[in-house]
């Protein structure tokens, strides 16, 4: 139950982000691409996908933060 609850939050979560975050995002963790497939599919350099993967971590880390106080 709670492995459900905490995956509908992410995913929630994810909706909240923009597209290029939550593609970024979608190839490393979900799609499980390397960083050059990841590079490749999204038609930049092995260090920009390394870069948008962090900055879009912190965000999604802000994201779900705000919905656990929300909550």
């Known amino acids: 139950m709670v492995a459900s ?5 992410l995913l ?5 982000l923009s597209e290029g975050d ?3 995002i ?8 390397s960083e050059e497939e990841t590079a490749a599919t999204l038609g930049c350099a092995r260090g920009t996908v ?4 962090s900055r879009a971590l912190v965000r999604l880390r802000e994201v779900m933060g705000k919905e656990e106080d929300a909550g």
Do not use: P
């Open 12 to 16: 929630s979560s994810l909706g909240e």
């Open 5 to 9: 609850e905490r995956r509908e939050e």
């Open 22 to 24: 939550r593609l970024v």
């Open 50 to 53: 390394k870069s948008r993967l």
């Open 26 to 33: 979608s190839c490393r963790y979900f799609l499980e691409f």
